[in-house]
Each structure stands twice: as structure tokens, then as C-alpha cells.
């Protein structure tokens, strides 16, 4: 992933500290992670990242401009993760690698902890914050479209019969997604997670009457 910019903010005795953003960025986010958006203080926020309050506040502003800094940070890389393989020229692998990158998420081989970051720590403020709230449609509806155009592109190449449906397909994958992110969340290993993304596929399969 190409790193931002590096940040320079204030540093004791006057000196200026330079720091990288998206580690930054990633230690705020394992901490949000850990306790949640409610349960997380600037004072916990600066010990992860080695961080004075008053850089933090200088750099992102406060807790949540920090956290939507470390939210859309993440969802960017969810959605570039998520590109590479839906952008698979073949239908069945393509589905396949979008439900192992959620499963390598989900179980925190490649973050910092277990589940979907916005699922665990977004979906609990959504109904008392618009702005939050915002972030959260527009992640699920992306997602929502980029599946929709998969299985479309895959009827207009005749990999499934014109008579499937793209957007009944794309909900089923959608709707496994996010059993996926509460099922690790609740400690479902990686094989448990495995086989419930194949039963899911499965279906797909079986709703598209594509062949087995």
C-alpha cells in the first residue's frame, strides 16, 4: 500500500516530531478496535500510538475525527483488497478470493483484531451519529454494487444463464460478509469460517443455476 505523506507535529522542547500517518493510523485503529469507540480515551489513544494528546489533537483534530481518520483508512483498504479480487477474470475464483480476504480480516491474520473494524466499532454509534452513519451506508453500498456488477458481467460473458439474478446473487455474498465478521467476532476459527463461506457460494451457485 503506498503510504501517505509523513505528518510533522509539535514535539516536547520544541522540536518537531515526524510520524508515519498510516501507522498511526493503525494503532488507533487496533485500539478502537479493542475497547470500541465508547470504551476508548485520548489517554489510551496517545499511549498506543507514543503520541502526546496535544499532537493527536493538532494532527486529526478530536476522538472522532480521529476515529473516521482510522475508519476510512481502513475501508480504503478494504475496498482496494476486495478490487483485486473481484476483478478476477474467473467468476469462481473471484467469489472465492472476496470471501478469503474477509476471512484473513476477520480473523486478524492481517489486522489487529477479530471481525469487521466498522461492524464492531461503527455499527454501535450509526444510530445516534449522522456522520458515522453515513460512512456505513456508503461502505455497505459499495460493496453492495461492486458484487452486483461482478455477477452482471459474469451473465453478460455467459458464465451464468441470463436468467440470474445479479442483485438476489450479490445479497446472499453480502449477507455472508457480515455473518462472517460476527461469527469471528464471537471466535469462530478460520476452518468454521471457511466452510460457512463455501455453504454460502454453494448457494450461490444453486440460486444462479450455474453448474455445479
Not at 23 to 33: G, K, P, Q, S
Not at 75 to 97: C, K, M
Not at 128 to 145: A, F, Q, Y
Not at 199 to 211: I, S, T, W
Request: aromatic share 8%.
Amino acid at each position: 500500500m503506498v503510504q501517505k505523506n509523513l505528518a510533522s507535529v509539535p514535539a516536547p522542547r520544541g522540536r518537531p516530531r515526524s510520524f508515519n500517518t498510516d501507522e498511526v493510523l493503525a494503532r488507533v485503529r487496533d485500539t478502537f478496535w479493542r475497547y470500541g469507540y465508547a470504551g476508548t480515551s485520548m489517554d489510551q489513544l496517545s499511549a498506543a500510538t507514543g503520541l502526546h494528546k496535544p499532537s493527536l489533537y493538532g494532527a486529526f483534530g478530536d476522538k472522532k475525527r480521529l476515529y473516521l481518520a482510522a475508519l476510512d483508512n481502513y475501508l480504503a483498504q478494504v475496498r482496494a483488497d476486495f478490487a483485486e479480487a473481484i476483478a478476477l477474470p474467473d467468476l469462481a475464483d473471484s467469489l472465492y478470493a472476496v470471501t478469503e480476504r474477509s476471512i484473513e480480516k476477520y480473523t486478524g491474520e492481517e489486522e489487529g483484531g477479530t471481525g469487521c473494524f466498522m461492524m464492531n466499532t461503527a455499527m454501535p454509534e450509526a444510530a445516534e451519529d449522522p456522520e458515522i452513519s453515513r460512512v456505513v451506508r456508503e461502505s455497505m453500498d459499495g460493496l453492495d454494487r461492486a458484487l452486483f456488477r461482478r455477477f452482471q458481467k459474469a451473465i453478460d460473458a455467459g458464465e451464468l444463464p441470463p436468467s440470474a439474478d445479479p442483485q438476489a446473487l450479490a445479497m446472499i455474498l453480502v449477507a455472508n460478509n457480515y455473518e462472517l465478521s460476527a461469527k469471528a467476532r464471537a471466535g469462530y476459527s478460520r476452518v468454521e469460517l471457511r466452510v460457512i463461506a463455501d455453504k454460502a457460494l454453494d448457494l450461490v451457485n444453486r440460486v444462479a443455476g450455474a453448474p455445479a
